[in-house]
């Protein structure tokens, strides 16, 4: 099954009279459980199509459809809601809660789309941190732990709802490369234990070479083919 397709997918942004087109019609197809990656340069669209695969923003033409779901037919509170239900998301620059345990920035999105019981919602986030090897850390607060194990709590809170999907955009531009290549055998992992599907994007050699599926973007357009690692 084709969890995520898109066809003639376009993107310009419009300000005033300049027009950037950022998408210049991408077509691909993504399995579920996939473990995939978009590589290109500064510039070539990348976080525009996660963007749009994210639901955070909508498509100028063509189709993008996320587990069926066409989603240039969502408004905001719709695409919100099924971003919740379905949608994890890991950032470059982590983007934990300072004044929140890790514990608590792992639990933080059980607490705001649904209403499990609280044992429930420890349980998981337990499984998770777990999972990620931070279970003994659940306690310290961000500025405590160091920049792999913060992209660790990420990845957990990524996972924490069950999504169907995890987007990560540059996961590992701020990481020395041991660091990034652990992060990414982290994810990969955590892809085999929850079946979730991973897509993230990279203009670091080193790190495509971990994915399973690349798709390479230049100047808005991805390069013929795709390549499998
Ligand atoms: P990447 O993530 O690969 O660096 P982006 O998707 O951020 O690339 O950007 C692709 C192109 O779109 C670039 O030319 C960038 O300047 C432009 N762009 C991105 N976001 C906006 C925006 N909000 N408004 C106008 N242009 C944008
Ligand atoms: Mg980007």
């Known amino acids: 099954m ?11 942004y419009r300000s005033g ?15 579920a459980a996939a473990f995939v990656a978009f590589v290109g340069p500064s510039g070539s669209g990348k976080s525009t ?16 459809k996320v587990l069926d779901t066409d989603i240039a037919t969502l408004d905001r509170r719709a695409a919100a809601r099924f971003r919740g239900e379905h949608i994890g998301f890991v ?47 659940a306690h310290k607060r961000p500025d405590q732990i160091s920049g792999g194990q913060k992209q660790r709590v990420a990845v957990a809170r990524a996972l924490v709802s069950d999504p169907k999907l995890v987007l990560a955009d540059e996961p590992t531009a701020n990481l020395d490369s041991e660091t990034a290549h652990r992060v990414l055998e982290l994810m990969k992992k955590m892809r085999d234990e929850f ?6 994007s990279t203009h670091d050699a ?12 230049e100047d808005g357009r991805l390069l013929q083919g795709e390549n499998h690692a």
């Open 2 to 12: 084709s969890l995520l397709s898109a066809e003639k997918l376009t993107k310009t």
């Open 91 to 137: 950032f470059q620059d982590f983007n934990l809660i300072p004044v929140l345990t890790v514990f608590e920035n792992v639990e933080y999105p059980l607490r705001m789309v649904q209403l499990w019981p609280a044992a429930k919602r420890r349980a998981q986030v337990l499984r998770l941190l777990d999972a990620v090897g931070m279970a003994d850390q």
């Open 195 to 200: 079946r979730t599907t991973f897509v993230f």
């Open 49 to 64: 199509l996660l963007n749009l695969i994210g639901c955070l923003d909508h498509p100028t033409s063509g189709t993008l």
């Open 206 to 217: 080193r790190i495509m070479g971990e994915a399973e599926v690349i798709f390479t973007l």
């Open 17 to 31: 009279d300049i027009e950037v087109p950022a998408l210049k019609g991408v077509d691909f197809s993504i399995e």
